[in-house]
T-cell receptor, first 114, second 113 residues
Framework: DVKVTQSSRYLVKRTGEKVFLECVQD?????MFWYRQDPGLGLRLIYF???????EKGDIPEGYSVSREKKERFSLILESASTNQTSMYLC?????????????FGPGTRLTVT | AQSVTQPDIHITVSEGASLELRCNYS??????LFWYVQSPGQGLQLLLK??????LVQGIKGFEAEFKRSQSSFNLRKPSVHWSDAAEYFC???????????FGTGTRLLVSP
C-alpha cells in the first residue's frame, strides 16, 4: 500500500515562529502536494512539486515556501507563522504515469498558531 | 480551468436509507473525476474515479457514481447508508496531462439512527 506520512498530527506554535511540516511518501512518486483545509473552503493547493528541487505555486502560496531535496520528502515551511495560518495541512503524492492521476493523502497536521 | 461545485454543505440521512451526494464540474474537455472520503481526524481516501468508458463506476464501501456529461455531474450514490459512512466527502476534477486536482468544498454526511 502507498503510504504518505506527516511528521506531526498536532502542532502548536507561536506567532512569528518558523514552522516546518514534513511529508514522506514511500511509493517513488514524482509528484507531491501541500494543501490547506479549512471548514467551508475545502482543500486549497499551496504548492506542488513534480520533481526533486522543482516546485510550482498553487492557489494560496503567500506566507509559505517548500523544499524538495529528495524524491520521497516534501517540506512545507512557514517562515513566520501567523494566526491566520491555523489550519489542517494535508500532504499528498501521485505518480506521473499518465494513467491514474490519483493522489494519495497523509493523515494531516493540525497546526494551531497562538 | 477546472472547477467543482458541491452544492450541499451538510446532509443528514437515516441509517439504511439511500444516499446521493451531488457534484457538478466545469471543464471544457473530458474530465477525470474523483470522489474522496475523509473520516474525522483522517486524511482523504479515494472512493472511486472516472477516466473514460462506462459512465457508472463502482467504488469501495458499496459506493457508486455516475458521470453525466450532459449535466456536467458526477453524483455519488449508495443504496443503504451505514453509521460508519458519516464523514466528509470531496469531489475532485482533473485533466489529462495535468497532475493537479481541483477539489470541491466538501459535503458533510451525518447518519441518524
Amino acid at each position: 500500500d502507498v503510504k504518505v506520512t506527516q511528521s506531526s498530527r498536532y502542532l502548536v506554535k507561536r506567532t512569528g515562529e518558523k514552522v516546518f511540516l514534513e511529508c514522506v511518501q514511500d511509493m517513488d512518486h514524482e509528484n507531491m502536494f501541500w494543501y490547506r483545509q479549512d471548514p467551508g473552503l475545502g482543500l486549497r493547493l499551496i504548492y506542488f512539486s513534480y520533481d526533486v528541487k522543482m516546485k510550482e505555486k498553487g492557489d494560496i502560496p503567500e506566507g509559505y515556501s517548500v523544499s524538495r531535496e529528495k524524491k520521497e520528502r516534501f517540506s512545507l515551511i512557514l517562515e513566520s507563522a501567523s494566526t491566520n495560518q491555523t489550519s489542517m495541512y494535508l500532504c499528498a503524492s501521485s505518480a506521473t504515469d499518465g494513467l491514474t492521476y490519483e493522489q494519495y493523502f497523509g493523515p494531516g497536521t493540525r497546526l494551531t498558531v497562538t | 480551468a477546472q472547477s467543482v461545485t458541491q452544492p450541499d454543505i451538510h446532509i443528514t440521512v437515516s441509517e439504511g436509507a439511500s444516499l446521493e451526494l451531488r457534484c457538478n464540474y466545469s471543464y471544457g474537455a473530458t474530465p477525470y473525476l474523483f470522489w474522496y472520503v475523509q473520516s474525522p481526524g483522517q486524511g482523504l481516501q479515494l472512493l472511486l474515479k472516472y477516466f473514460s468508458g462506462d459512465t457508472l463506476v463502482q467504488g469501495i464501501k458499496g459506493f457508486e457514481a455516475e458521470f453525466k456529461r450532459s449535466q456536467s455531474s458526477f453524483n455519488l450514490r449508495k443504496p443503504s447508508v451505514h453509521w460508519s459512512d458519516a464523514a466528509e466527502y470531496f469531489c475532485a476534477v482533473g485533466a489529462r496531462g495535468f497532475q493537479k486536482l481541483v477539489f470541491g468544498t466538501g459535503t458533510r454526511l451525518l447518519v441518524s439512527p
